[in-house]
């Protein structure tokens, strides 16, 4: 089982960008994708999770009406299309899987078995 996160980058503040999360070894369709952030000094936090066949979506407050998951299963992917980006989305992103969840807490790191490295947003002008 492999996740990839790719897509990061420098934007300035009003800008977009779109993540990607691409797996290996298993089925995206089945399992429930979160993507995390972490800023230096700060927690890893989630931002956005989309449950197993798609049931539902999930987003950190400070994210709605800006960010939007969405999976491709025919290319096993899932992306995180970030508009209107804020200078405090500058962090390092991560995307993370569970088999048929997330179950208890979608924002929990310790919801997630698999991850991937990550992906380097800064947002500045």
């Known amino acids: 089982v492999q996740l990839q996160a790719s897509g990061g980058g420098l934007v300035q503040p009003g800008g977009s960008l779109r993540l990607s999360c691409a797996a290996s070894g298993f089925l995206v369709d089945y399992y429930g994708i979160g993507w995390f952030r972490q800023a230096p000094g700060k927690e890893r936090e989630g931002v956005s999770s989309v449950s197993s066949h798609d049931v539902r979506t999930y987003y950190a407050d400070s994210v709605k009406g800006r960010f939007t998951i969405s999976r491709d299963n025919a290319k096993n992917t899932v992306y995180l299309q970030m508009n209107s980006l804020k200078p405090e989305d500058t962090a390092v992103y991560y995307c993370?899987?569970?088999?048929?969840?997330?179950?208890?807490?979608?924002?929990?790191?310790?919801?997630?078995?698999?991850w991937g490295q990550g992906t380097q947003v800064t947002v500045s002008s």
């Open positions: 993370a899987a569970v088999y048929g969840g997330p179950v208890n807490s979608w924002s929990q790191t310790t919801e997630y078995d698999y």
